[in-house]
């Protein structure tokens, strides 16, 4: 039995991938109420961990694990702003002949964040460190009601 890939095998995934982009579109409702669920698994603050690797940074081996102490801190910040503001994706697919020549994912995210505090710096391996970061409740339902206002 041939197991070549037409156009109606594909339709299932088609239809899949419709519906889990659909599903990623929320209204502000939905965002506040995912954060407050969130804030209350890890009572009351929301937390993000960031990391990074030692040998990919520049300079001498005191240098590296400073840099990557900073870069596994801005993942850190990162982490939070996603779960504060979302994460913006733009994709594209390119068909030849029915099959998927070039396939292109990328992600932003873009936000303010302030008042969050360190949780702890530690390295987790010889070659990479991470940062753990958390937010109060209070500030971020702050951020949360700046951005929210900013988009109505």
């Known amino acids: 039995m041939n197991m070549r890939s037409t156009p109606l095998t594909r339709f299932p995934l088609l239809i899949f991938v ?5 599903s990623c579109s929320s ?6 109420e995912a954060l407050a669920d ?27 694990r400073i840099l990557a102490i900073r870069a ?7 982490s939070l702003s996603e779960q504060i503001y979302g994460l913006y994706i733009d994709a594209s697919t390119t068909v030849g002949d029915l099959v998927v020549q070039n396939d292109v994912i990328q992600s932003r995210v873009e936000g303010i964040i302030y008042g969050a505090e360190i949780e702890s710096v530690k390295p987790i391996s010889d070659s990479a460190y991470e940062v753990r970061l958390s ?18």
């Not at 419709?18 to 659909?22: G, K």
């Not at 969130?38 to 081996?61: C, F, K, W």
């Not at 596994?72 to 990162?78: E, L, Q």
């Open 135 to 152: 937010l109060s409740q209070a500030i971020a339902n702050d951020i949360k009601r700046l951005y929210l206002q900013s988009i109505e």
């Open 38 to 64: 969130r804030m209350q698994l890890e009572s009351g603050r929301l937390t993000a961990t960031g990391y990074a690797d030692i040998g990919v940074q520049s300079g001498n081996p005191s240098q590296q």
């Open 18 to 22: 419709s519906l889990v982009v659909l």
């Open 27 to 32: 209204t502000t409702e939905d965002l506040t």
């Open 72 to 78: 596994s801190k801005i993942d850190a910040y990162r």
